[in-house]
């Protein structure tokens, strides 16, 4: 091992957690919690595993933890159990000017308890091709009349470039309604990075595929577009995708369909719109959730979304039949990463007055990225 290696140093300070039994790790965390009251908020996205979630004070979709976020009068440090988005998101908003004048300029630390987990959607929009994009765009087109909508899947600096144009973030659980915004204000959208939400959400506003060309950030000239299809668009999407999603297949829908003709398909909206277009409803971890909460006992679903949620539906629902829509395994590897080693080590080092793994956005970002994600809290 090089101690004077960054990623050798933070295995090195883990080890003694990674060897320690869950029994032993839920009490730490626990004795951290009782210590530090409601100024320590514990955040959980849907796909965490159960051990994780079980930990959490707070859990939810990438909308409403970012609410959460913003919203807690009490709070002094959020441990974000989630991916790198989420927690430069929750670093922007429980930091924004407003909150920072409340409490005489102390910030909130937000920490997540493994750096390596991001999010390979957010990966393939880097804020020098979303540049280069825009640029290109204005040599064919009015981009004052192109509105960016980012989904909240994207780095700070992507957010930051949305907000500085007017533009905005969405998530899964509002993208219908920003999208009616972008159109209330300008002629065009580039929906950044996910083409999968962007293509579904706008299709059911009529949309046609031809008015949307895909930009191929690879491509030297107009993302492999030429300037008639560019003049003819309304939605331009970006060229990404959640692997996690793309496993889910229409074949899938057809095979649960034929072996289960009364089951009821539902799938999160980054799935390829011919598994959107056979399911028979769509829509964010939180609406997936609500829809088998609301579904009388007897009900059989196929879910098509990430497995950890799956499965603690199965669990907490055993009065429905609970099916994951795909044969192979969806685990998103990210969100994986987090578990209660690290959540262990991370409480414990703020509790020591060292907190590691603080995400902090700088402040010129935060400032435009805040500009859009204001928005995106207004659009509901
Ligand atoms: P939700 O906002 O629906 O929870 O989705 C987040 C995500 O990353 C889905 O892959
Ligand atoms: Fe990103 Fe996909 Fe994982 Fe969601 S499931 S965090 S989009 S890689």
């Known amino acids: 091992m090089n101690e004077n290696s960054p990623v050798d140093a933070a295995a090195h300070a883990l080890s003694p957690h990674l060897r320690m039994e869950p029994e032993e790790l839920v009490a730490r965390i626990q004795a951290v919690r009782d210590q530090w009251g409601p100024r320590l908020v514990i955040l959980g996205h849907h796909y965490q595993r159960d051990e994780v979630i079980a930990m959490a004070d707070l859990r939810g979709d990438s909308y409403r933890l970012s609410e959460l976020a913003a919203g807690n009068e009490a709070c002094r440090a959020i441990v974000f159990c989630g991916v ?18 409340r409490r005489d300029g102390e910030r909130v630390d937000v920490i997540l308890p493994e750096l390596a987990a991001g999010c390979s959607m957010a990966d393939l929009a880097h804020i020098d091709q979303v540049e280069t994009c825009w640029r290109q765009l204005a040599e064919v087109i009015d981009v004052e009349d192109v509105m960016p909508v980012t989904y909240v899947n994207s780095s700070a600096a992507l957010k930051a470039f949305c907000g500085r144009r007017g533009g905005i973030v969405c998530t899964s659980a509002n993208a219908a309604a920003v999208l009616d915004w972008a159109f209330a204000r300008r002629r065009r959208v580039l929906f950044l990075p996910d083409q999968h939400l ?3 959400t706008a299709l059911a506003k009529g949309i046609r595929v031809e008015q949307m060309p895909v930009w191929d950030p690879e491509q030297p000239s107009l993302g492999g577009n030429d300037d008639a299809s560019i003049g003819a668009s309304r939605v331009i999407l970006w060229r990404g995708h959640c692997s996690v999603h793309l496993a889910f297949r229409p074949e899938h829908v057809r095979d649960v369909r034929r072996r289960m003709p009364d089951v009821k398909v539902i799938v999160h909206p980054e799935c390829m719109h011919e598994v959107v277009g056979e399911a028979d409803l769509s829509g964010s971890t939180s609406r997936i959730i609500r829809e088998v909460e609301a579904a009388p006992p007897g009900t059989r679903w196929a879910i098509g979304t990430e497995l950890n949620l799956v499965n603690r539906l199965r669990q907490e629902h055993p009065e429905q039949e609970i099916h994951f829509l795909a044969p192979n395994v969806g685990v998103c590897p990210s969100m994986y990463l987090i578990d209660l080693p690290r959540l262990c ?11 590691v793994n603080v995400i902090r956005v700088d402040d010129r970002t935060a400032e435009g990225a805040l500009l859009a994600l204001k928005r995106m809290l207004e659009v509901k």
């Open 84 to 101: 790198h988005f989420m927690a430069e998101t929750a670093d922007i908003l429980a930091n924004q000017p407003k909150l920072l004048a």
């Open 345 to 355: 080590w991370a409480v414990e080092n703020l509790a020591a007055g060292t907190p």
């Open 198 to 200: 962007g293509r579904n």
